[in-house]
């Protein structure tokens, strides 16, 4: 099992930067890739931004490339997503999920992932 804590959402206003973290413990030994999903009220959980174990790969939905970065420290156990010129459209909960398997571009998915975290409200005022 794997335990996620995310943190760092907030209140900000449009063009502004936060930082979430998303802090892994328990079977930590293994390798994860991790992934950071958002859900909006009324509308489906989506794929924001994803991170292979060794951090040499990364994705990123197309409403977020160039915004968000995505980034991981494995000694701390920690994925990090750095997100600037927030936007309104961006306002939802964001969620941390780690994925047993190996990723790609066709896995972007939540069904791909295995474990998540209990999200952190991003909200961004116009």
């Known amino acids: 099992q794997v335990q996620l804590v995310e943190s760092g959402g907030g209140l900000v206003q449009a063009g502004g930067s936060l930082r979430l973290s998303c802090a892994a413990s328990?079977?930590?030994?293994?390798?994860?890739?991790m992934g950071w999903f958002r859900q909006a009220p009324g509308k489906e959980r989506e794929f924001v931004a994803a991170?292979?174990?060794?951090?040499?790969?990364?994705y990123y939905a197309d409403s977020v490339k160039g915004r968000f970065t995505i980034s991981r420290d494995n000694a701390k156990n920690t994925v990090y997503l750095q997100m600037n010129s927030l936007e309104p459209e961006d306002t939802a909960v964001y969620y941390c999920?780690?994925?047993?398997?190996?990723?790609?571009?066709?896995?972007?998915?939540?069904?791909?992932?295995?474990?998540w975290g209990q999200g952190t409200q991003v909200t961004v005022s116009s």
């Open positions: 991170i292979s174990w060794s951090g040499g790969s990364t």
């Open positions: 328990g079977r930590t030994s293994s390798s994860y890739a």
């Open positions: 999920a780690a994925s047993l398997r190996r990723i790609s571009i066709a896995t972007l998915t939540p069904t791909w992932f295995d474990y």
